[in-house]
T-cell receptor
Framework: DTEVTQTPKHLVMGMTNKKSLKCEQHMGHRAMYWYKQKAKKPPELMFVYSYEKLSINESVPSRFSPECPNSSLLNLHLHALQPEDSALYLC?????????????FGPGTRLTVL | AQKVTQAQTEISVVEKEDVTLDCVYETRDTTYYLFWYKQPPSGELVFLIRRNSFDEQNEISGRYSWNFQKSTSSFNFTITASQVVDSAVYFCALSDSGNTPLVFGKGTRLSVIA
């Protein structure tokens, strides 16, 4: 299984809602990533988990809260988001956090904040 | 500091034409890795190739080929006999030997017209 899955595919939420994005991989990868991608821009790294521990937080606002319950799952909890947070949220995984490791990406969740 | 430049924002070609996507990178490290990813309209980034800094051999995979030249800090990607299914945004990315995150270029949007 060489797939990274993400749910939901689309999400519309109000600024007062709480929602979660889910990501799963069964490739035995030990590093998992959250990226945010605005239209016509490259992905921007948000968080990196390595061996289920948060290793990088790219100064992301606290209204985004990541969680790694186990080595296969990665969640992104959303609360009190702003309309400018509307974007494609991509999850990725890699064998390890080594520079040589290619990242495998999921299909993304298209988030719209009203 | 790491940097990846994809000077071509958008390219449009007619089916069966050859097309080259340019990528120029900057890094102070002697050990680094270069990647190309394809992002079709569906949104998922698809890994295409990884090249390490010590391997300057060009690579060919079907209609795809890559030309890595350290002397000009370039890692260009050529699609031969382009097809409509090649229409996508292509990202070049760089990872060095440290723990710094993957750095993406801004991407080149390729449109192949039938």
């Amino acid at each position: 299984d060489t797939e990274v899955t993400q749910t939901p595919k689309h999400l519309v939420m109000g600024m007062t809602n709480k929602k979660s994005l889910k990501c799963e991989q069964h490739m035995g990868h030990r590093a998992m990533y959250w990226y945010k991608q605005k239209a016509k821009k490259p992905p921007e790294l948000m968080f990196v988990y390595s061996y289920e521990k948060l290793s990088i937080n790219e100064s992301v606002p606290s209204r985004f809260s990541p969680e790694c319950p186990n080595s296969s799952l990665l969640n992104l909890h959303l609360h009190a988001l702003q309309p400018e947070d509307s974007a494609l949220y991509l999850c990725a995984s890699s064998q390890d956090r080594l520079a040589a490791d290619e990242q495998f990406f999921g299909p993304g969740t298209r988030l719209t904040v009203l | 500091a790491q940097k990846v430049t994809q000077a071509q924002t958008e390219i449009s070609v007619v089916e069966k034409e050859d097309v080259t996507l340019d990528c120029v990178y900057e890094t102070r490290d002697t050990t680094y890795y270069l990647f190309w990813y394809k992002q079709p309209p569906s949104g998922e980034l698809v890994f295409l190739i990884r090249r390490n800094s010590f391997d300057e051999q060009n690579e060919i995979s079907g209609r795809y080929s890559w030309n890595f030249q350290k002397s000009t800090s370039s890692f260009n990607f050529t699609i031969t006999a382009s097809q409509v299914v090649d229409s996508a945004v292509y990202f070049c990315a760089l990872s060095d030997s440290g723990n710094t995150p993957l750095v993406f270029g801004k991407g080149t949007r390729l449109s192949v017209i039938a």
